[in-house]
């Protein structure tokens, strides 16, 4: 028993030095929830996925519909020459979709449409052309609202309305209506620079004007100027005696202008733009007053369209900045866009005054004052 003690007690001594040499363990933590307020900056989270921008889900939704659609069929203005382009550059950005076009006086088509929601035998999806006609369109009951169009909403239309207060029409251009004068004629010392000066006898019978019992274009011109204080009745008046008669369009009268057959002419850059591009010795005026800033061509969609999401999805992108270029270039006209290059041809760039901008209610004067002969008496015209 003596001799066992130090051995017992060796054993106990060597046991604990091994444990003491041993590696420790720690235990391992419980997960715990992450605090409620996270230290993560807020911008570096990602929203979560019912935030998503109730706009983007739609429009999503929309362009998904009109790829199923598959076609867009349109009735318009435009000559198949320029609606060609126009088209092929919408296909290229949506070839899903494939526009077929019906170029189509303002007449017929009005019989046409009226036919097909009579009949039940829908076929045109969108129709085009002047604002005057498309609202008659929408008076016969023959459109439908577009909706919500994204493009809309850019800063670049410095936010300019494009359309219509019920939603029937989208503006897709505007054009701008003064005096232009014939350059091989008139030196730029020599020319107009108010209205007034356009009163001085020796403009008698110089300025070129298509009858007001023919066409709206005199009295687009009257109700701009009225309605916005720059001239009355007892002005234009006076101004009777200053017209060059012809008959005809806005077009024939650039014509004559180009022609020389007067100096000076009433007329629009949706027709004068052309003439200069062929070379016409022409320019627009810029008077004191200002050029008279309308709509354009309006687009809309036809009531009971069989492929409306199409139309929407066609609107949106003539809205946009890529459609807009396409659409200036095509027409050689200014887009209203920030981010839209100038597309006019350098002789009709002239140095604009403030425009005096008409809306849809002085455009729906100028067609009462049209059909009520208002000018035609004033002037003594047939």
Not at 152 to 179: C, N, P, R
Not at 180 to 207: H, R, V, Y
Request: hydrophobic share 40%; glycine share 6%; with cysteine.
């Amino acid at each position: 028993m003596k001799k066992t003690l130090p051995v017992f007690i060796i054993g106990l001594i060597l046991l604990s030095l091994v444990l003491a040499c041993a590696p420790q363990t720690t235990p391992v933590p419980t997960p715990v929830a992450p605090s409620p307020i996270s230290s993560t900056p807020a911008t570096t989270s990602k929203p979560p996925a019912q935030s998503a921008n109730p706009q983007d889900t739609y429009w999503a939704k929309v362009v998904e519909a009109a790829r199923k659609e598959g076609k867009l069929t349109m009735y318009t203005f435009f000559f198949s020459a320029q609606a060609q382009p126009l088209v092929k550059a919408f296909e290229q950005r949506y070839p899903e979709i494939k526009v077929e076009f019906a170029p189509m006086a303002s007449a017929v088509r009005l019989e046409r449409l009226k036919t097909e929601q009579r009949m039940g035998n829908y076929i045109a999806d969108t129709s085009d052309g002047a604002g005057a006609f498309q609202m008659n369109l929408r008076k016969e009951d023959l459109l439908m609202p577009i909706g919500d169009l994204p493009s809309l909403s850019d800063t670049a239309w410095q936010g300019l309305s494009q359309t219509d207060k019920e939603g029937y029409l989208v503006f897709a251009t505007v054009i701008y209506h003064t005096f232009w004068s014939n350059t091989t004629q008139l030196k730029s010392a020599d020319e107009p620079k108010t209205l007034k000066d356009l009163l001085d006898a020796k403009w008698k019978g110089k300025i070129i004007q298509i009858e007001p019992a023919t066409s709206s274009i005199a009295s687009t011109l009257y109700s701009g100027y009225v309605r916005h204080g720059k001239a009355d009745d007892e002005y234009f008046r006076q101004l009777g005696p200053q017209w060059k008669w012809v008959t005809g369009s806005t077009l024939d009268a650039g014509r004559a202008l180009a022609r020389g057959e007067a100096p000076l002419a009433w007329g629009s850059t949706s027709t004068n733009n052309s003439l200069i591009v062929d070379g016409a010795p022409i320019k627009p005026l810029s008077l004191q007053e200002g050029a008279l800033l309308a709509f354009g061509t309006a687009f809309s969609i036809v009531k009971n369209a069989p492929h409306p999401n199409a139309a929407k999805v066609f609107f949106n992108w003539l809205m946009s900045q890529e459609g807009q270029k396409a659409i200036m270039e095509n027409q050689g006209m200014k887009s209203l866009r920030q981010d839209v290059p100038d597309m006019s041809p350098p002789a009709a760039r002239i140095d604009w005054k403030q425009p005096v901008v008409t809306t849809l209610e002085d455009m729906e004067y100028s067609e009462q004052v049209f059909s009520s002969r208002k000018l035609v008496d004033m002037w003594g015209r047939k």
